[in-house]
Nanobody, 123 residues
Framework: EVHLVESGGGTVQAGGSLRLSCAASGFTFDDYARGWFRQVPGKQREGVACISSSDGRTYYADSVKGRFTISSDDTENTLYLQMSRLKPDDTAVFYC????????????????WGQGTQVTVSS
């Protein structure tokens, strides 16, 4: 059974940093495209960063380019999201997700989801 468990969320001041982790089990991690998404109440879930299974190619939303970095430790089956220079607009529940095909920035294309971790950035 596939499980994804996020951790590392919390409350930080604007300009600060956080690193999110997503521990995966039940599947061969590096065979799957993986991504980070976020959602604010009342808004659609949006893609933040994704990484391809085949060649490690990455995708970032324009709003996080240069501030966030997605990485994967395939030996530990763990996906990371390093977030720097955080802004109040980054406040959201962050989710990791996986799909056994090419990467995508569309939440609807992903099959497996974690429970989410709250990130709050205070001004």
């Amino acid at each position: 059974e596939v499980h994804l468990v996020e951790s590392g969320g919390g409350t930080v001041q604007a300009g600060g940093s956080l690193r999110l982790s997503c521990a995966a089990s039940g599947f061969t991690f590096d065979d799957y495209a993986r991504g980070w998404f976020r959602q604010v109440p009342g808004k659609q879930r949006e893609g933040v960063a994704c990484i391809s299974s085949s060649d490690g190619r990455t995708y970032y939303a324009d709003s996080v380019k240069g501030r966030f970095t997605i990485s994967s430790d395939d030996t530990e089956n763990t996906l990371y999201l390093q977030m720097s220079r955080l802004k109040p607009d980054d406040t959201a529940v962050f989710y990791c997700a996986a799909r056994p095909r090419g990467y995508s920035d569309s939440p609807g294309d992903y099959d497996y989801w974690g429970q989410g971790t709250q990130v709050t950035v205070s001004s």
